[in-house]
């Protein structure tokens, strides 16, 4: 009974342990097991998929703002992470999509929804947006979350083959999953947003684009996102809690800016 019920607390250890072996560019310590040639191979997959069934925007004029600011914003982070291996080239695509969203996937593709254009108002907010999901592939967060999710998974797994279909095994693995979720992947997720706020505010900065902008970008998200859930249930910060880091971080963003050379995509 003692050993059913702690082999998967030292399996949860040992996930802890090796979280010790890598860091992100910011120097979190961090657990990224799956291999780079196979991420770029998903993000590619993925990034196709969704050619396939989203239409792309014939907009002329969106089209040149967008892949201008991606490519200063690439340059930024070029300038900014100088020991980080990049794609060789980025595909850079705007969507017809209402969402205020972008996204950027492992191997060097970027999406942009058209409807972001409509929140995002001046060329330095786009570059806030672009410049945070760049973050996110340079600090290998969608290898780092894909690893834990399969760690906790085989941790389940293994409850469950041992339990056997005893009602108390069935019960520890459902606490087991409440505190996955609430405990590793909720938590996780928001440090990953965090983190690529910070890593992309300097990018972006680096890259010519007024770091102040970013700040009013997220109160255009806020006045335009609608009710938000509690923030210890959602996989993104609140909006107030994600302008104020931003402002905390400011100081050092804005000395950077000064040094650049003005990005020019009006």
């Known amino acids: 009974m003692y050993r059913r019920l702690l082999l998967p607390f030292f399996l949860l250890g040992l996930l802890a ?17 799956v291999p780079n040639p196979l991420m770029d191979d998903m993000g590619q997959d993925a990034f196709n998929q969704l050619r396939e069934r989203q239409p792309v925007s014939g907009n002329a004029q969106a089209n040149r703002l967008v892949q201008c600011v991606a490519e200063h914003v690439i340059a930024g982070a070029e300038a900014s992470y100088l020991g980080l291996d990049f794609p060789k080239r980025w595909d850079v695509v705007v ?9 950027a996937l492992p191997g060097g593709h970027i999406g942009v929804h058209s409807g972001l254009l409509q929140v995002a108002e001046t060329p330095a907010q786009l570059a806030a947006v672009v410049g945070h999901e760049v973050a996110h592939v340079l600090a290998d967060h969608g290898n780092e979350r894909l690893t834990q999710q399969l760690g906790i998974k085989a941790v389940l797994l293994v409850v469950g083959l041992l339990g056997e279909g005893d009602f108390g095994s069935q019960q520890l693995m459902q606490a087991l999953g409440i505190g996955a979720q609430l405990g590793i992947r909720l938590p996780f997720s928001r440090a990953h947003e965090e983190e690529a706020d910070l890593m992309g505010l300097e990018i972006m900065a680096r890259a010519g684009f007024d770091p102040q902008q970013s700040v ?26 994600r302008i104020r880091g931003l402002e905390q971080a400011l100081e050092d963003a804005t000395a950077i800016y000064r040094s650049a050379t003005p990005a020019d995509c009006s």
Do not use: I, K, Y
Not at 17 to 33: D, I, K, N, Y
């Open 17 to 33: 342990f090796l979280a010790g072996c890598g860091e992100t560019p910011t120097g979190r310590s961090q657990v990224a097991l």
């Open 95 to 103: 969507f017809e999509d209402p969402s205020p969203n972008a996204f």
């Open 216 to 241: 009013a970008l997220w109160q255009n998200m806020a006045a335009n996102g609608g009710d938000q859930p509690p923030e210890f249930l959602s996989t993104h910060p609140a909006h107030e809690t």
